[in-house]
């Protein structure tokens, strides 16, 4: 809720409240701020908006989703480079159900700002080569389903994968 500099500021202070206690003698009050200032510290790194619209999205609840999302009034001021492509990775997956021109962008901008898991790189190029197999453009599908094929080292998307080279030889 807060802007990301704002969480660096409160760390910082709460970091030197924890030192004056120290110097005065409050060892476990001093322990106490310096574990209370990692919070703020992890959610300099993990949008805690960008977390809930995670747990709406793993409910299947796309509303609850983009609600979540639309409390980010400014992504770009408000967000690390991290969050803003994770930010235009769940608005692609909510609007790969409706409009995939839309879809297509935020994915593509996401991919650009970066992701941090290769499942979810994985799975944007999977999402991505579905579109171009609707919009029939099979040499870009073909790449983009290889790319994301390299990137699933768990093997969670091989099903998908098989399944939309299947279509592909459709096309």
């Known amino acids: 809720m807060f ?3 704002f969480k660096l500021i409160i ?7 924890a030192i004056y206690q120290f110097i005065e003698g409050n060892i476990g009050n001093g322990i106490f701020l310096i574990l209370f200032s990692l919070i703020f510290i992890f959610l300099y790194f993990r949008n ?3 977390l809930l619209a995670f747990l709406k999205m793993r409910k299947q609840d796309l509303v609850g989703t983009e609600k979540w999302l639309s409390k980010i009034k400014n992504p770009e001021a408000a967000l690390t480079l991290k969050q803003q492509g994770y930010y235009n990775y769940l608005h692609g997956i909510i609007f790969s ?4 021109t839309t879809a297509e962008k935020y994915f593509k901008k996401a991919l650009k700002l970066g992701l941090t898991m290769d499942y979810d790189v ?3 190029k999977l999402s991505l080569a579905g579109i171009s197999m609707q919009k029939r453009r ?7 389903l290889n790319e994301a094929k ?3 080292k768990q093997g969670m998307l091989t099903d ?3 399944m939309m080279k299947v279509q592909l030889k459709k096309i």
């Open 3 to 5: 802007n990301k500099i």
């Open 11 to 17: 760390a910082g202070l709460i970091i030197a409240y």
């Open 48 to 50: 805690e908006i960008i």
């Open 97 to 100: 159900q409706t409009n995939l």
């Open 122 to 124: 994985a799975m944007a």
């Open 138 to 144: 099979k040499r870009e599908a073909t790449m983009l």
């Open 150 to 152: 390299k990137l699933d």
């Open 160 to 162: 998908q994968i098989k």
